[in-house]
């Protein structure tokens, strides 16, 4: 056993992590071959069975799951009685958008600022990079103390349940006592975070065609229906006037118990234009914690650069809505498609097709896993432990709590607001990174503790 201490360990690997974490960022791995190739996933799977091999898992495995993308499992055998704990972490990455927003390339790791950029260096290469790093400290310090099971999940950005549908197939392999998912991230650099609940997520296709096709707008404009026009009042609808999403059938009443949110501290980690109002009721937290909230994340609609003065026959978008524990994924699709079928004016033709979804997730913050998690966080920041809500969605959670009841769940990770998640120059702290490594790594530490026999006396 090194005389060291675990932090000096961990800080001595983070060399390595950066390393890593730049070839892992390297791959384009969106997982959807409309915009990227598929090899860019493959070769960023093969990447994370490399380092897992590398590390002495066993029965490390490509898994082909049912929406074409591949998951990557492994075993790290730990004593001989010893809980499992399941680690968690996905190696797809949302596409970088406008890459001309970048101010370094969104594929190549940059230091800039005492920050690391790059798209996924935060969610959620970053956690797996997290996840390596306190199981390499571990190792250094006698070995893991307990069973790990790591999945790496191919899909998680595009929703399309590949990893949900392989865990219902086969739900012996992720067993666990304990479940980390390192896809979450503290309330702001600094504050150590675990995220009690999750928003779901439903995403729908909404196409609206009022025509046979284009007209010119002189001569039948003004009594022609214009889908456009048809698609611009049904998305409409779906805010009130303070911009508080109004879903007939979805409650938007509830509010949040626990850490509060300052709108001053929302709007500087948003960055609000001056002058410009945040939308909706409540506090901040009860907005983006514990009400559902839409989103219209794209519009098909002629662009303004060669538009003609045409009436356009159809037109669409893609239409998201977050929703609180309390409300299953089933209940907001049915309600959102309804919803958006009967704000439809003049008669004009709706097609919804459904294109993703997730359920909610709430955590059990009274379970030994939770204290193990308090009592590490407190030796790596030196301060209490804090509980928030997130508006994000992470699908598999709600999973593996139905298939695993008895199983305590944990979500921690590098996604504090400074990371830019989902946007340009996203990027991750590698002072959160250290010091959530060497949580984990003492969380593991005593989590085995709580949970070994008591010794005779």
């Known amino acids: 056993m090194p005389s060291v201490p675990l932090s000096e360990t961990v800080a001595s690997l983070m060399p390595r992590a950066r390393i890593e974490l730049a070839e892992l960022v390297s791959f384009a791995s969106v997982a959807d071959e409309r915009q990227f190739p598929r090899s860019e996933s493959e070769k960023a799977a093969a990447w994370v069975a490399g380092a897992l091999r590398d590390e002495g898992f066993q029965d490390v495995a490509l898994l082909d799951t049912p929406d074409g993308t591949q998951s990557v499992y492994g075993l790290l055998p730990g004593p001989a009685g010893a809980p499992t704990v399941l680690l968690y972490a996905h190696y797809d990455v949302q596409p970088p958008l406008d890459e001309s927003a970048w101010l370094s390339p969104p594929f190549e790791l940059t230091e800039r600022d005492g920050r690391w950029y790059g798209r996924g260096s935060a969610d959620c290469k970053g956690g797996l990079l997290m996840h390596l790093t306190a199981l390499r400290a571990l190792r250094e310090h ?3 103390p307990v069973n790990v099971k790591v999945i790496v999940e191919g899909s998680e950005e595009q929703g399309t349940g590949g990893l949900e549908r392989y865990a219902e197939a086969h739900p012996e392999l992720l067993t666990a006592d304990a479940i980390v998912i390192g896809d979450a991230g503290n309330f702001r650099v600094g504050v150590p975070t675990v995220t009690s609940t999750l928003r779901g997520m439903v995403l729908l296709e909404l196409r609206v065609a009022t025509l046979e096709g284009n007209l010119h707008s002189g001569q039948f404009g003004g009594a022609a229906p214009d889908a456009l026009a048809a698609l611009i009042r049904i998305l409409d ?12 059938g979805l409650d938007g009443s509830g509010t949040w118990a626990g850490l509060s949110y300052p709108d001053e501290d929302f709007r500087r980690d948003a960055k609000v234009l001056d002058g410009v109002e945040l939308v909706g009721t409540g506090n901040v937290a009860d907005r983006i914690w514990a009400r559902p909230s839409v989103t219209v994340v794209g519009i098909d609609a002629p662009p303004v650069i060669g538009a003609t003065p045409s009436v356009q026959a159809t037109a669409g978008a893609l239409v998201s809505v977050r929703i609180p524990p309390g409300v ?8 959102l498609t309804e919803h958006l079928r009967s ?25 030994p896993a939770y204290e193990a998690m308090a009592e590490a966080m407190r030796e790596a920041y030196g301060q209490e432990l804090s509980i928030a809500g997130q508006g994000g969605s992470i699908p598999l959670c709600n999973t593996l709590a139905t298939l695993y009841p008895q199983a305590e769940i944990l979500l921690i990770g590098l996604s504090e607001p400074e990371a830019q998640i989902h946007a340009a120059n996203e990027s991750v702290s590698p002072q959160e990174l250290e010091r959530l490594a060497l949580a984990e790594a003492v969380f593991l530490q005593r989590y085995a503790a709580s949970k070994a026999p008591a010794s005779a006396g």
């Open 343 to 367: 704000a439809a004016p003049w008669g004009a033709r709706v097609e919804v097709t459904q294109r993703g979804s997730g359920q909610p997730f709430q955590a059990d913050t009274s379970s």
């Open 237 to 248: 609808s779906l805010r009130d006037a303070s911009g508080a999403t109004t879903v007939d």
């Open 142 to 144: 006698g070995g893991a």
């Open 328 to 335: 299953t994924a089933e209940q907001a699709s049915h309600a």
